[in-house]
T-cell receptor
């Protein structure tokens, strides 16, 4: 059974204070690891898909990396508008239904 | 990018009434759509998988007679909450499955529907 664990559950940063969110996973045959951003009262917004260990993707202040056991979402010099819950999900070879983690709630203070 | 819409965005209804939520893929065809439920500060809970032209597959513990799902076309799936009760109040989110440029499944989510049952 695929498992996804995200840490920390909650993270408070000062504006400009860079940090990383972690997504640890166990999966049989990784097809893709997905990162989403979810604002309160909204549906998740797709950010990245990573397919293999060593891959990196960037979007503005966000950079996602992938190893065989975990993925990191690095946030460089965050701004208050980066405050959201960040969800990680994995898709495995056995199913096209991804398994979601519980998310990391990020608050960036001005 | 792939866009998914949901309607209505929020609905308030009386106990015992039925509520229909629509999910549409706007710029792509989705053979598979998913329905999720999310409680405050909780992650997504998959309710059912909806395949165009066939019966939905429900997750364990989800009542199929309570949550009716219809996927009549490649761009539309509907979720009907029948005889709604206050405990059905929640945030319902749909997603649609699309293939990216290298053929990997990606889910694109709708904006969600806030259901409040009085």
């Amino acid at each position: 059974e695929d498992q996804v664990t995200q840490s920390p559950e909650a993270l408070r940063l000062q504006e400009g204070e860079s940090s990383s969110l972690n997504c640890s996973y166990t999966v049989s045959g990784l097809r893709g690891l997905f990162w989403y951003r979810q604002d309160p009262g909204k549906g998740p917004e797709f950010l990245f898909t990573l397919y293999s260990a060593g891959e990196e993707k960037e979007k503005e202040r966000l950079k996602a990396t992938l190893t065989k056991k975990e993925s990191f979402l690095h946030i460089t010099a965050p701004k208050p508008e980066d405050s959201a819950t960040y969800l990680c999900a994995v898709g495995s070879g056995g199913s096209y239904i991804p398994t979601f983690g519980r998310g990391t709630s990020l608050i960036v203070h001005p | 990018g792939a866009v998914v819409s949901q309607h209505p965005s929020r609905v308030i209804c009386k106990s015992g009434t039925s509520v229909k939520i629509e999910c549409r893929s706007l710029d792509f065809q989705a053979t598979t759509m998913f329905w999720y439920r999310q409680f405050p500060k909780q992650s997504l809970m998959l309710m059912a998988t909806s395949n165009e032209g066939s019966k939905a597959t429900y997750e364990q513990g989800v009542e199929k007679d309570k949550f009716l799902i219809n996927h009549a076309s490649l761009t539309l799936s509907t979720l009907t909450v029948t005889s709604a009760h206050p405990e059905d109040s929640s945030f319902y989110i749909c997603s649609a499955r699309a293939l990216d440029s290298i053929g990997t499944d990606t889910q694109y989510f709708g904006p969600g529907t806030r259901l409040t049952v009085l």
